[in-house]
């Protein structure tokens, strides 16, 4: 497997390692020559290995070419099955389906052929999908900087941790429902999960990977919100928190109920993404769309390969025009959330006040 990958980035040349954060920009001409023999390592790139990432012998680059079409980054959620069954959960209806084997392959062919050098793989829970780890490998292959987002149950499972540590991730993010198994257990409905989350935190300290813990606020875990951070503080991992709950992807509202209202925190003024232009999202069956979030109209890249992702910047520009109760808005300019996921809450019939700052005024 190869020690390091020099690829087109959007408007940039990069050389990054697989499992490591860490990362160059080149110029074009180093790229170039990269490009043109790739099988020679030059000395100025063997000497920045060694000095950023402490290479003693860099012997293979993997050369990446320039993509027809412009994209940076991708995700794909391989499945939707889980293992829990969280009441807070943006998927609703998590059914375990998805592609064969042979069209997994076809579609991250695709996603590698886009441009994407980072692919970030979720779910449901990904780490069940029993085509997981070919899968993982295979993008590894391909070139691409995988991350992965996961509730950490699997992780201390040997195919799972074998697959991680022979090819390490660039990034896990594991989301955490509690500090305590009452509390976690009850959030994700499922006995002993608390257990399992645990043993995959230590499994993965243990192997040294890259982790990042989502702390998930709703509810009925609110008052373990200092011993959650505390939980991810005693195993060295960074932690971010997170507090608004979203309808599901189908515009339904039942989810809503589970947020802690108090302890929601003001979002930033929404100033516009990429979505759609520089990366996307694809489905279990690989049907594209712009984002996780706005899923309609989606483009079968099975079928349609790079001709259904030319079609995306299009209509990302026009998912973000205002529509309905947001046409004409005085406040548009501090608006805080993208028109999308404003569309989701509108079906849900949410309050005005979760996803309009003219709700608190």
Known sequence: ??????SPFLDHFLVVRPGSTNGMK????????LRSNPAVVPQWLADAARKAWGIEKLTSVMVREPAPLAYGRASWEINKGCD????HCYLGLKRFEGLTWENKVNLLTVMRDSGALWLQITGGEPLIDRDFPAAYEYANQLGMMVSISSNGSQLSKPRIIEILTRHRPYLIAVSVYGATAETYDGLTR?????GRFIKGLDAAKEAGLSLKLNIVVAERNVHEIEAMEALADSYGFPHQVFTSMSPTIEGGGERLGTQAAKFVVKREPFKGCNAGHTFFHSDPWGKASICKVGRDPQFDLITQGLDGLRQLGYVADSLQLRTGGCSGCTLSGSCYTCRPLAKLYQEAKAPLDTYCQHGGR
């Open 26 to 33: 080149i110029g074009k001409g180093r790229f170039e020559e």
């Open 1 to 6: 497997m190869h020690q390091l990958i020099a």
């Open 190 to 194: 499922n006995r002993g999960a608390f």
């Open 84 to 87: 829990y069954d969280c009441e």
